[in-house]
């Protein structure tokens, strides 16, 4: 069963996300399968901080005693591309090489490079190294809510003002492609690969819910960038509290 939980700030929203995590581990505790009682708890924040601190919050509630992984939508992405890597390998016919990650900084001086952005932005008033910036970012922001290529280039027409939506589209499927045949991870192409090849995979789905605990129940708070491929991941994985 799935539980929204929504509030201004300050209203307790994560008193009562305590809360039901510990309905959840009291219920696991009396579980007769150990293996349903060791499962680790996937405990989703919106960054590095409220991670850390939702994390230790949840430990100390149960007092070390249930296991807690903590992690961001991006972190816990990225570390799923890494570990089936092989299978994103096979379905995408790609040369098998060892992934190499981008830092941001490292992935807009290559994409700047790459993409032949200056001259459609020539009289806007996007300089090329803020308009590469704002369209990475938003192929990212695209992958995470499950958005097409084609819904991609409609908000470059329209939210950034740019003319020439279905050219960028074009450069940023080169972009996305000479980084996929480099080994090169970016938090974009790892969200787009995430929801485009593993999630729909049923050899990924299976090992997912089979041999990683099944990450079950999974929690997870101030979500609405990322609701859509995480809903999407429950929903697939199967009938699992959200």
Known sequence: MA????????????????AQFQEWTA???????????????LVLAMDSTQRRRLGDRLSRVTEGKFPVTAATPLSFIRQQVRLYWA????????????????????????????????????????????AVRQVLDLFLMAALQGQSMATLAEALDLGLGLTHGAELLA??????NFCLQR???TYGIEADIFA??????????????GNI????????????PFWRIFADCCWRLGSRPC
């Open 87 to 130: 299978l994103i390998v096979r379905s995408l016919n790609l040369k098998a090489q060892f992934p190499i990650t981008l830092r941001v900084e490292n992935e807009q001086a290559l994409a700047l490079r790459e993409l032949a952005i200056a001259p459609m932005v020539l009289g806007s008033d996007h300089a090329p190294g803020r």
């Open 27 to 41: 219920d696991f505790a009396q579980a007769r399968d150990p293996q349903v009682a060791s499962q680790s708890v």
């Open 213 to 224: 605990a099944i990450y079950w129940p999974m929690m997870w708070m101030n979500f609405r």
């Open 183 to 185: 080994g090169l991870l």
């Open 171 to 176: 450069q940023l499927d080169h972009w996305r």
């Open 196 to 209: 485009r090849v593993l999630l729909p995979d049923l050899f990924f789905r299976i090992r997912c819910v």
């Open 3 to 18: 539980q929204w939980i929504e509030g201004t700030a300050q209203s307790g929203k994560t008193s009562r996300l305590v």
